[in-house]
């Protein structure tokens, strides 16, 4: 099993939303690389892609989890220490890769968004969230 890192520090290095700038045609010829290797590796309908951000920042025994309600049609994020009962049993969704590398040289996906999950339950909503 790979092993992930969870770290709230890394959203603090982001910008707020209001200082990062429009989409432009070098986002747009990156996009197209990322495409070209998503596709090579079989995994376009496996990973997508979203403007990195911050609204606030998350101390670092916190971490962002997501709630999805279908009967709501709804999603939200939630802070969470990321030793509570739902972020400590989620599943990632999102990583951020500008990791430095670690005492090996290799720079591993770090955690971004944890989304509540539970087998028997299958995504957590409202009043699976407590």
Partial sequence: ???????????????ELREVAPLDDADIACMAELREVLARHGRLRRF???????HFELAPHEVLVEYSDADTREQRLRVEPRTSEHARDAIP??????????????TPPRVACVCAWRANLGHLGRHGSG
């Fill in 1 to 15: 099993m790979t092993r992930l890192t969870i770290s709230a520090v890394q959203w603090s290095l982001l910008p």
């Fill in 48 to 54: 997508a892609l979203q403007l990195v951000h911050k």
């Fill in 93 to 106: 969704t999102a990583w951020l890769l500008d990791a430095p590398p670690d005492a090996q040289g290799a």
